[in-house]
């Protein structure tokens, strides 16, 4: 699992995993103020933003195109951090904390460094526990609106009638991203103008969107409706995609490597930026 559900809401594991480490960081110190050893507690949440704001910070620098303006650099649903800059800051910061205040030399080190132990180990325990992600399935969905989702922009999408089946082993020998989406989903909704931008560039990198759950007549009214004209839609009413990779919600995007092995599955909504990082992984531009 790639997230926590708990009944409609969907969290992804990093988040959490942050704040079990950082509430194992202020039980220690508190431990250690009891001892006589200082108060440390105060500086640890100041520490944990720092590490999250160079994160951010250094992940932003490195995809400065895909963020066009301040509010989108603010937006971390996208979860678009560089982790080894939030470590490096972190441990800058216990450092010069601790040679500001002699007291704390002993406890800041010791509380900060058993948080980032649990967090560095329940990550790893969480991917231990993973199970191996399937490979494209054995399995053929029906391609919405015919010819329709080649025509240009504004083009009458809501022709919605049989656009031919598509075998998804089919798509196997080029890298693939394949996303899940909704048209009830917001975050869907957002991202989804990125996704069908990004599949007009060449890339050398497969963009195709998969409905969940939704019949044709339904998702073609939607994207008439946004104007939007995806090259690649397909249609999976039954939601079987969804259940094959054991996905706790949408949307879910799908990076898969040339072989139909999933390299990655990012659960939420993607930026530009994120989505970039993704097609990079697999080899693209």
């Not at 988040?15 to 039980?27: D, H, K, M, Q, R």
Request: glycine share 8%; charged share 15%; net charge positive.
């Amino acid at each position: 699992m790639d997230a926590l559900r708990i009944g409609p809401l969907v969290l992804p594991w990093g988040p959490l995993i942050l704040v079990l480490g950082y509430t194992v960081a202020v039980f220690v110190a508190g431990a250690a103020q009891r001892k006589g050893q200082g108060h440390a507690e105060p500086a640890l949440l100041p520490l944990l933003v720092l590490a999250l704001v160079a994160a951010r910070a250094v992940f932003v620098a490195q995809h400065l195109a895909n963020y066009p303006t301040m509010l989108s650099m603010l937006d971390i649903r996208d979860r678009g951090f560089t982790p080894v800059a939030g470590w490096a800051a972190a441990v800058l910061g216990v450092a010069f904390w601790a040679w500001r205040r002699p007291t704390l030399r002993r406890s800041l080190p010791m509380s900060a460094a058993t948080g980032a132990a649990v967090i560095l180990a329940a990550g790893a325990l969480l991917q231990a526990v993973q199970p191996p992600r399937p490979p494209l399935p054995q399995l053929s969905l029906q391609r919405l609106g015919g010819e329709a989702g080649n025509a240009p922009e504004g083009a009458a999408l809501a022709l919605a009638r049989p656009g031919g089946e598509v075998a998804l082993r089919s798509l196997e020998g080029k890298p693939l991203v394949l996303n899940l989406w909704a048209t009830w989903c917001p975050p869907c909704r957002r991202e989804l103008p990125t996704l069908v931008q990004a599949a007009r560039q060449e890339h050398n990198v497969r963009i195709v969107l998969v409905n969940e759950g939704e019949s044709a007549q339904r998702v073609a009214d939607f994207l008439r409706r946004e104007k939007l004209a995806p090259s690649e839609v397909l249609l999976d009413p039954d939601s079987r995609l969804l259940s094959y990779y054991q996905s706790p919600g949408l949307p879910t995007t799908l990076f898969i490597a040339a072989d139909g092995k999933v390299q990655r599955m990012h659960i939420g909504e993607l930026s530009a930026a994120t989505l970039q990082q993704g097609i990079a992984e697999l080899g693209g531009n």
